[in-house]
């Protein structure tokens, strides 16, 4: 009968500091892989807001035909869409009139000043139409009905608007927003992604 050797020496019980740190480490692991995004910087921080506009400029314009969706569908969009043009587009004009503008205005050359002035021009031309649309999109939130009298009008200025936003959206896009990344040096970019940020964080 052969002889048993020594019996094997009982592995060390784990160390529930080594299993809690080592449970953190795995889930840090997975947030970064699972749910961390590519990192984001200012470009596409403002990019981000042009999609939304685009969304919600649609959505206003098929508001202003939707006469026979349901009274919660025309209340929904149009709180919706009246939210979005008085709490967010805001922070998107401050982002290009205050973070942008002076940063960019300063290393402009005669292409890039002429846009920024377009830039600014066209964003007055915005606030102006939003002016007239905003009563009409709070009338139709309060009050589903009133869209069959208001229809005609909020037909005639979303229209305009989401013209006026094709061009300005595309130039945005085309002249200035790529001048951010080739002509900013990474600090100042940095800088003004910390400024965004912020402006929504108050
Ligand atoms: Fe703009
Ligand atoms: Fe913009």
Redesign the pocket.
Known sequence: MPKLGPPAPRPPPLDPVFLRDNRSYMLNQISLTSSQPKTEDAVDLLTGCHDRIRHFTSAAMKLAHAQGATADDIQQTAAGVHRYYTVSLPL??AD?EDTLRPRLAAIADEKLTHALLA?HD??QA?DDLLERLLPLLLLVSNNPNALHAAGAEMCSITKALSELFQA??QM?EEVIFPAIRTSLPQEVREEMLREMRGRRNK
């Open positions: 998107h004009e290009e830039m066209q964003h915005i300005h959206l945005e």
